[in-house]
Each structure stands twice: as C-alpha cells, then as structure tokens.
C-alpha cells in the first residue's frame, strides 16, 4: 500500500537547519576597441576571493573581423570559475520516494557531513571551465545569418551521486552501506533506505554548433512578415571516469536529444500582428532496468495574435503546443502510481493551454 498523500517531503526540521554565510569580493576589468576600421577586439578579467575557497582569476578575450560588406567572422577563448553555493554544500533533504511501489526515506546530504563522509564523499570544491568560440556573419540583402560552433571543457562538475541504497537486512544490496553508517555512529542509519549527495563527479566537454537567421519580407501595402530560423546541436560527453553514477544516470547522460530547432513567423500590419512558431526537439531514449526506450523527434506548435488598441493598451490571445502533443508514454516501468510520461524529456508532458491578456501601460 502506498501512503495517503500527494508530497513524501516532510518539510525542513530543527535538526537539519543551520546558518550558511560566505563573504565574496570581486574586482572586473573589461577593455574594448576598434584596432583598425575591420578588427574589433577585447579582453576581459575578473578576480574574485571567496571566504571559503580562496581566490581566482579569469579571463576572457574575443575578437571580430569584418571581411567585407557582407561576411564577417568572430571567435573568443575564456576560462571560467564557479564555487559551489550554499545550498549545495549543506542541505539536508529527507523525503519518501516510491522506487519499487514502496516507500523508502531517501536523503539528500551535505558531502562535508557524517552521512555521506562515512560513504566515501570529499568535500566540494569549486568548477572550472575553458571556453572556445568560432563562427560567421553574413548581412545578405534578403536577411541575415549567422553560424557559432563552440567548445566548453569543464572540469570537477558538480553532480548529485547516483541514489545509494542503504538496507539493515543482510545480504540486501544496501546492507554494507547500511553497517558503513552505523560504523560512523550515525544517528538512525536503520531509518534511511537511501542516500544521495553531490560531489565533483566528473569532467565533461560540450560541443555545439548555433545557426540563426531572420529574413524580413515587406508586402508594401500588406505589412511586414519576419522569418526567423535557429538550429542548436550541442552533444555532451565525459572526459573523466563518470565512476559516481550508475549505469542508467550514465545512459540518460549520453542519450539526451542533441538538437532542438525554432522557427517562426511574425506577420505585422496595422494594429494586428499574428505568430507561429513550431518548436522541433530532436530524438533521445531512456534507460530503466536494461530496456531502453527511444524518443523520436516531436514538433510543438504555438500561436499568438495581438491587437493594439492604442499606444497604451494591447489584447493577446494565444495557445501554446495547440496540437496537445505530449511525449511517449513510459515502457520502461521507470514509473508506478499513475505517472505515466517522463519529465526528464524535453517535450512538454503537460499538453496544451491557452490564454488572454490584456496589457495596459500608464
């Protein structure tokens, strides 16, 4: 039997509460210029000290270089330095989950605490990243194009571990985490049926490539209608031993839809003006229990139409994802209790809406 109730999060108790402070100085310098009537450069730097992790420097510079009248192109190259916040070295987060149909308390810890040091977690430290950009320009007579590929190299990202199971029954998966606990002395290890924190899991790269056009078309008498196209491909993998994250996390990382595509059109004339966009997301799938599920490309489509009354007062009516497209419903039994899409897709599994609104400015 499941247990009455829509939320397994009890809230946040004395026990786990605390003050959490941190004092952060930071000094920025930006320099830009025009070297000659085709060469743009600039270079950035930015120092920061934080109380709790010391103190970094980083930097960015980027350039552009007009060809001709037409074609121009542009790059930069930047380093990148992120402490962990707050919140991510010492929240408690207890809450009934339902992994099999039955309940089990599965916790969020802070990496620095009892419970997930007595399971092998170091204290966090901050992420740092490098950074490449190059790409294109194109100012055509119809409209305008522009195509950007780039390259992020991050290093110890920050990442929950993969949940692990904690049981007081012999011979369960979860029993040496279980008497790894109660070794540590840790108050109600018989309690806890998971744990989970987050740690400097992995390296990763990021490589991408964005594509954006506009072209306007003027109808003389019958307004203006403005074509925009955007293409994003962007595709994620480890550069380090993903060691932290089980078999699924690990699948679900690599197989996430690796590009989405927009594409709408603006028509104005007079007081109305009228949009439709169609929003392509690309294949993926998902991994539960050794079967996989694939997700093929879907296309949501919106619509909105506004109506100026004056300078000051505007009707809008639209809908969004108007067909009620919603992703495949789950094969995989990742899912009980009545869920039935996944909310890790990037397709809406929340069908469509639709809209009024009325915007007066004073």
């Given at each position: 039997?499941?247990?009455?109730?829509?939320?397994?999060?009890?809230?946040?108790?004395?026990?786990?509460?605390?003050?959490?402070?941190?004092?952060?100085?930071?000094?920025?310098?930006?320099?830009?210029?025009?070297?000659?009537?085709?060469?743009?450069?600039?270079?950035?730097?930015?120092?920061?000290?934080?109380s709790d992790?010391?103190?970094?420097?980083?930097?960015?510079?980027?350039?552009?270089?007009?060809?001709?009248?037409?074609?121009?192109?542009?790059?930069?190259?930047?380093?990148?330095?992120?402490?962990?916040?707050?919140?991510?070295?010492?929240?408690?987060?207890?809450?009934?989950?339902?992994?099999?149909?039955?309940?089990?308390?599965?916790?969020?810890?802070?990496?620095?605490?009892?419970?997930?040091?007595?399971?092998?977690?170091?204290?966090?430290?901050?992420?740092?990243?490098?950074?490449?950009?190059?790409?294109?320009?194109?100012?055509?007579?119809?409209?305008?194009?522009?195509?950007?590929?780039?390259?992020?190299?991050?290093?110890?990202?920050?990442?929950?571990?993969?949940?692990?199971?904690?049981?007081?029954?012999?011979?369960?998966?979860?029993?040496?985490?279980?008497?790894?606990?109660?070794?540590?002395?840790?108050?109600?290890?018989?309690?806890?049926?998971?744990?989970?924190?987050?740690?400097?899991?992995?390296?990763?790269?990021?490589?991408?490539?964005?594509?954006?056009?506009?072209?306007?078309?003027?109808?003389a008498n019958?307004?203006?209608?403005?074509?925009?196209?955007?293409?994003?491909?962007?595709?994620?993998?480890?550069?380090?031993?993903?060691?932290?994250?089980?078999?699924?996390?690990?699948?679900?990382?690599?197989?996430?839809?690796?590009?989405?595509?927009?594409?709408?059109?603006?028509?104005?004339?007079?007081?109305?003006?009228?949009?439709?966009?169609?929003?392509?997301?690309?294949?993926?799938?998902?991994?539960?229990?050794?079967?996989?599920?694939?997700?093929?490309?879907?296309?949501?489509?919106?619509?909105?139409?506004?109506?100026?009354?004056?300078?000051?007062?505007?009707?809008?009516?639209?809908?969004?994802?108007?067909?009620?497209?919603?992703?495949?419903?789950?094969?995989?039994?990742?899912?009980?209790?009545?869920?039935?899409?996944?909310?890790?897709?990037?397709?809406s599994w929340?069908?469509?809406?639709?809209?009024?609104?009325?915007?007066?400015?004073?």
């Open positions: 039997m499941v247990g009455v109730g829509a939320n397994g999060f009890p809230g946040y108790s004395p026990q786990f509460s605390d003050d959490y402070t941190r004092d952060s100085y930071a000094l920025y310098g930006d320099l830009s210029a025009d070297v000659t009537d085709a060469f743009f450069l600039q270079g950035a730097m930015r120092y920061e000290d934080y992790f010391g103190s970094e420097v980083v930097g960015k510079l980027a350039s552009r270089y007009t060809l001709n009248e037409i074609f121009g192109v542009r790059g930069s190259i930047g380093t990148g330095f992120r402490a962990p916040t707050p919140g991510q070295q010492g929240t408690t987060n207890v809450s009934t989950r339902l992994p099999d149909g039955f309940p089990v308390a599965t916790g969020l810890f802070p990496a620095s605490g009892p419970v997930a040091q007595a399971l092998g977690a170091s204290p966090l430290k901050p992420e740092t990243s490098t950074n490449y950009t190059i790409g294109m320009t194109a100012s055509l007579p119809v409209g305008s194009v522009t195509v950007d590929f780039y390259r992020i190299d991050l290093e110890d990202r920050f990442n929950s571990i993969s949940t692990r199971p904690v049981s007081a029954e012999e011979g369960t998966d979860g029993y040496e985490n279980f008497l790894a606990l109660r070794d540590a002395g840790v108050a109600g290890a018989d309690t806890i049926g998971g744990v989970f924190y987050f740690t400097n899991a992995f390296d990763t790269r990021t490589e991408g490539v964005d594509i954006v056009s506009n072209f306007p078309i003027d109808w019958g307004g203006t209608t403005s074509l925009t196209a955007s293409l994003n491909y962007n595709k994620e993998e480890y550069t380090s031993d993903p060691g932290s994250q089980n078999e699924e996390d690990q699948f679900d990382f690599n197989n996430q839809s690796r590009w989405r595509g927009v594409f709408s059109a603006r028509h104005n004339i007079g007081p109305f003006s009228i949009m439709g966009r169609a929003n392509a997301y690309g294949p993926s799938a998902n991994f539960n229990a050794g079967e996989v599920q694939e997700y093929k490309t879907k296309v949501l489509v919106d619509v909105e139409g506004n109506y100026d009354f004056s300078d000051s007062i505007t009707l809008t009516l639209g809908g969004r994802n108007i067909f009620d497209q919603y992703p495949p419903v789950d094969r995989t039994g990742d899912y009980c209790c009545g869920r039935v899409y996944s909310s890790g897709t990037p397709i929340q069908g469509s809406y639709f809209f009024g609104r009325l915007r007066a400015d004073f």
